[in-house]
């Protein structure tokens, strides 16, 4: 009874964890139906039992959600199909790809779901983050791309970002260098408005680049965790 009641407790903070990180307006909670939100929950919980990181300090459980997320979620790459077909158009249900339902629960989802997984988990263990646009160095990138800030225990600004440390490991190649040659670009109220354009990938990185509305940084020294 009482195990029952300390796990009733739990998976009660977790969709609690779970509505906060939905809040933001860099993601979109209306793709969710109330079995998805549930099914995201018992992930959670169990994930949460999995990683035991009570006694570790803020950095290292940091990491150690960034590693687990990477080691356990894929990429699914058919999501941009619709994007780079001249026809555009994205089947509804292939939506749930934004989500960290998809990565939790279907072990397969984009840049969105990523962050969303990954600051839901953050947030379990009373982490803070926020979630932030960048650009990849490439010119032939042409979308935004999702990633994780947090603050560390002695107040550096820290990036966390499980798809781009499994292309780095894939590429062998610095992670902490590679990210350090992206621009970083804050949201504003135009990317909330946009998010779901170009067949759910949002405003394109040249349509970010043309406005003057949008703050860009460039490298991970310049990049700051803001509160608003």
Known sequence: M???????????????????VLSDPMFSKELYTSDMLNELAIAIFKIKKLLSLQRLNVNERALQIEQYVAEHVSLYMAYFASFNNDACEISPSELIYRTAYSAACLGKTTCYGFSELVRILLLSFQIPSKTILAKFPKEKYKIMHYTTLFKTDDGRNFILDPERRQYCLWKKISFEEYMDQLVYVYPNQD?????????????????????HDYELVKGLKQVQYRDQ
Request: hydrophobic share 45%.
């Open 2 to 20: 009482i195990v029952n009641m300390k796990n009733d407790m739990i998976m009660k903070e977790v969709l609690a964890d779970i509505s906060l």
């Open 191 to 211: 990317w909330y408005q946009h998010k779901l354009d170009h067949c759910g990938v949002g405003r394109l990185a040249s349509e970010v680049f043309e406005r």
